[in-house]
């Protein structure tokens, strides 16, 4: 009878501990499907994000880079309005046209170009900062907790030309401008988005004030590039 009375124990106790054991696992398989439903859900909003902000958010940066690289190129080449065209007058002194630098013109368009490269290429690597409370969807939670960091990589290639435009400047005077444009084709990526982003960005690079009738500008190594 002590026997059978410890046996009923034992199997008592390994009833009690099976069923423990059952509980715990549909504890933990709840656990795991709750987390998983978290990490989905999750995931669904950062692609959401990426799709609403990178585009923005690169073509800033980009943008930034780009106008901080230029302008100190041009800083440094100190380019003046003769260094890139020359006006040539009639024998009456009126202007007659307008002869271009190509030699110049070139030389500022690659050091522009490699200047914006050089400036993309060192903010490959991005991130935008979500605060966690964004994830919720709920509107008074938007801008509280932690924040999340979503990276993504960009790169791009760029080509510059000049443009020149003439505006009145008052009786018998013309205002010359001379711009660089610079075209940007950006490529974003990250994990679960892709996209190419293009923008102009222009720079005054010289102007001057020419006085009489608008001159001609040629065609050939003439005009601006």
């Known amino acids: 009878s002590r026997i059978s009375c410890t046996r009923g124990v034992f199997l008592l106790y390994r009833k009690r501990r099976r069923h423990h054991l059952r509980r715990w696992h549909i504890i933990i398989l709840l656990v795991c499907f709750v987390f998983g439903l978290l990490v989905y859900g999750f995931e669904k909003k950062a692609e959401v994000f990426s799709i609403s902000y990178i585009p923005s958010f690169a ?52 050091e522009a170009t490699r200047a914006a490269q050089d400036e993309i290429t060192k903010i490959k690597h991005s991130e935008i900062m979500i605060p966690l409370g964004a994830f919720t969807g709920l509107t008074l939670l938007s801008n509280s907790g932690p924040e999340i960091p979503l990276t993504f990589c960009m790169t791009g290639s760029f080509n510059s030309h000049l ?39 222009d720079f005054e690079v010289a102007q001057n004030v020419i006085t009489g009738e608008i001159p001609t500008i040629y065609g050939g190594t003439r005009t601006i590039y």
């Open 59 to 110: 073509e800033r940066c980009a943008a930034e880079a780009i106008n901080d690289a230029v302008t100190r190129k041009l800083g440094e080449l100190d380019l003046s309005y003769d260094d890139l065209a020359k006006v040539e007058y009639s024998d009456s002194g009126q202007p007659r046209s307008i002869e271009t630098n190509s030699a110049q013109i070139n030389l500022l368009k690659a």
């Open 163 to 201: 443009e020149s435009s003439f505006e009145s400047a008052g009786m018998n005077q013309t205002l010359h401008h001379i711009k660089l444009v610079v075209t940007a084709h950006i490529v974003t990526a990250s994990a679960d988005y892709g996209d190419t982003i293009s923008f102009d960005t």
